[in-house]
């Protein structure tokens, strides 16, 4: 009996430490999902591209990473910070962005572009809000003066700084209710709750929200259907201006009938 005892700790044993690598793999499988930082191979080319905004280039520092970024002032103008989504380098949003006054804060996440470290939402949320709240110092406006826009992955960064600084306006492309909700949908048959490393709850900041909040949708979405932008919008308690873009999907919504004028208004003070 003792024998067999044993032999029945040992296989559970084993049975548990199969469980638990098949996990941590698939734990490190999701995160790489969620996080797909674009590097550059040249640096040398990557600022050469970049060469317009080199003045406005500046890097801040935050507990051993280096977060590469573009702070672009106007002098009495409200400032419009971006965040962008999983697979963006932000500085791809710096020509589309120039054609509007605002003053300007893009900066890209741990592991993005030329900044160092890896990405967490712990890190990145960390990261955005002191790096907001010191610009805001540096350049002495209030949140008030402050317009978040969040694409995709950005619209959880976007929300959550919302929820705990009273800006100016929220507006929100391609957003998500909740990352945990997004993963869910597209992979059903996995524990996602156990699984996914990061949740970008969302729906949870939302009620914390008081500024007025456009959100941008998809149509025809296939990363994050517009089922979840919906959710989202409900989960605010304060006016929210929400438009649909019909057969647009996730990485085209830019390029839909009547998009450019309906982000000009949602940024418009």
Not at 91 to 120: C, E, I, W
Not at 197 to 225: T, Y
């Amino acid at each position: 009996m003792p024998l067999m005892k044993r032999k029945g700790r040992k296989i559970w044993t084993a049975v548990l430490l199969a469980a638990g690598a098949v996990l941590a793999f698939t734990h490190c499988s999701v995160r790489s999902l969620v996080y797909l930082p674009p590097q550059p191979k040249d640096k040398t080319a990557y600022l050469q591209k970049r060469a317009e905004w080199e003045p406005h280039r500046r890097t801040f520092h935050r507990e051993g990473a280096s977060l590469s970024g573009w702070l672009i002032e106007k002098k009495g103008q409200p400032l419009l910070v971006y965040y962008g989504g999983n697979a963006m380098d932000i500085s791809m949003m710096l020509p589309y962005l120039d054609q509007f006054p605002h003053a300007k804060l893009l900066v890209n996440y741990r592991g993005y572009g030329l900044s160092t470290g890896s990405p967490t939402e712990q890190a990145i949320m960390g990261d955005s809000l002191a790096i907001l709240d010191d610009v805001l110092k540096e350049t002495g406006r209030t949140p008030d003066d402050v317009i978040l826009v969040g694409q995709s992955l950005g619209s959880g960064v976007a929300t959550q700084i919302a929820s705990v600084r009273n800006v100016k306006k929220l507006v929100l492309l391609v957003p998500f209710d909740s990352l945990l909700e997004t993963a869910r949908d597209l992979f059903p048959y996995l524990p996602v709750k156990l699984i996914l490393p990061d949740h970008f709850r969302s729906d949870l900041a939302a009620p914390k929200v008081s500024c007025p909040v456009s959100i941008l949708a998809a149509g025809s979405d296939e990363v994050i259907p517009p089922a979840h932008a919906k959710r989202l919008r409900d989960c605010f308690s304060t006016p929210v201006n929400y438009q649909e873009f019909p057969g647009a999907m996730h990485n085209t919504i830019w390029h839909s009938p009547g998009f450019d004028r309906a982000f000009a208004k949602s940024i418009s003070y």
